[in-house]
């Protein structure tokens, strides 16, 4: 039987410097528990587009069609600001996400014991979070027609951006989320406006009719997604799964990311139907962006990118044991002290390059066995 197979796609700034890491513990589960994938390698963002005027290849598209799993560094960096929009480093992971129709986004928001005081918000409120946003990522207002910019019967101009949702793109996200809420805490709430938008209705009338007819078991809530964004605020620890719309979905998980303190330590899932093979098409990125200015030094927070592989063992792999036993050697670093620089905070630790934070939770996995 053939291994299962991932395409790294490192991209640009610390993108390999990250990824990197990755593949270290990649080739440890490989040496060591015996779960062996097919690893290859190729090119996205403005890297690709330094070597084939693109910043994503038909050829390297075929393959991430093909594989899997993608794993995703980063892409951008100034050098690529000049360029036309349509050759921009992040048309390239917009591509992606298109072409694989990777429609349920999943952005956990977790914090770590040992990092709760670098939240914003009181120790109490967000010691121990975790809960998971899940975002429909391939429709909504970003995707609507008609949108553009055009003139009006004033003399002036008029900014059109069209709300629009189908049952069946509605439902499958329902689904995703429901799926999720089975493998946690069994409880979903879903966010909208219906009562302003008349696609928040529909969105609120088919949630519910995927949870009376396919999930019944799993506790269903609904809110609108303004009071969802101040009780994420308020009380985070109230919700298990959100499920939420696009636009609705950018706003809240950006404010979830900052209850956990540090945007180097969240890792994110893009999933799309399954395969002939049963596993969903599925691409897996840190949220952090390619951070041109600490790039090439040794600087940068593996842990988001290796949280997105223990993404990718329990969402594309079902190696849900092999994902809670990274996720814990994570845990046991930052409790002992290990820090990268933007982690260093007043109570101090050891500080450590991109690299021994690799090496240190290499070893904590050594130590799980």
Request: glycine fraction near 10%.
């Amino acid at each position: 039987m053939a291994n299962p197979s991932i395409l790294i796609l490192a991209g640009d700034g610390i993108g390999p410097e990250v990824m990197g890491e990755v593949k270290k513990i990649i080739t440890w589960y490989g040496d060591k528990r015996g779960l062996a994938f097919d690893v290859s390698e190729d090119l996205v963002g403005g890297c690709a587009y330094d070597a084939h005027g693109t910043p994503l290849h038909d050829d390297t598209m075929a393959k991430a069609q093909e594989v899997d799993a993608v794993l995703l560094g980063a892409v951008g960096g100034p050098k690529y600001d000049v360029l036309d929009f349509s050759v921009k480093p992040e048309r390239g992971l917009l591509r992606l996400r298109k072409e694989m129709d990777l429609f349920s986004n999943l952005r956990p928001a977790q914090c770590f014991d040992a990092l709760a005081d670098f939240s914003s918000l009181k120790k109490d409120i967000v010691a121990g979070l975790d809960i998971m946003i899940v975002r429909e990522l391939t429709s909504g207002v970003y995707f609507g027609e008609p949108r553009g910019i055009f003139p009006d019967n004033e003399g002036g101009r008029v900014g059109i951006n069209t709300q629009r949702y189908t049952t069946n793109e509605i439902r499958r996200v329902a689904r995703s989320a429901f799926e999720l809420a089975k493998r946690r805490g069994n409880k979903v709430c879903s966010m909208e406006k219906a009562n302003v938008m008349e696609s928040g209705i529909l969105w609120r009338e088919e949630v519910q009719w995927v949870h009376d007819n396919e999930y019944p078991e799993v506790e269903l809530s609904h809110m609108y997604a303004d009071n969802g964004a101040m009780q994420l605020v308020r009380n985070p620890k109230q919700f298990d799964v959100i499920v939420t719309d696009n636009l609705f979905g950018d706003l809240l998980s950006d404010a979830a990311a900052m209850l956990t303190g540090s945007l180097g330590m969240l890792p994110s899932a893009s999933l799309g139907s399954p395969m002939a093979n049963g596993r969903p098409k599925a691409l897996y990125e840190p949220v952090h962006g390619s951070a041109p200015d600490i790039t090439g030094q040794g600087k940068a927070n593996p842990i988001a990118c290796i949280l997105s592989f223990a993404m990718a063992l329990r969402y594309s792999f079902d190696q849900g044991d092999e994902a809670t036993r990274l996720e814990k050697a994570v845990e046991k670093v930052l409790a002992d002290g290990v820090r990268t620089a933007d982690l260093m905070g007043p109570e101090g630790g050891t500080p450590v390059s991109t690299s021994q934070m690799g090496d240190a939770i290499i070893a904590a996995l050594d130590a799980s066995l």
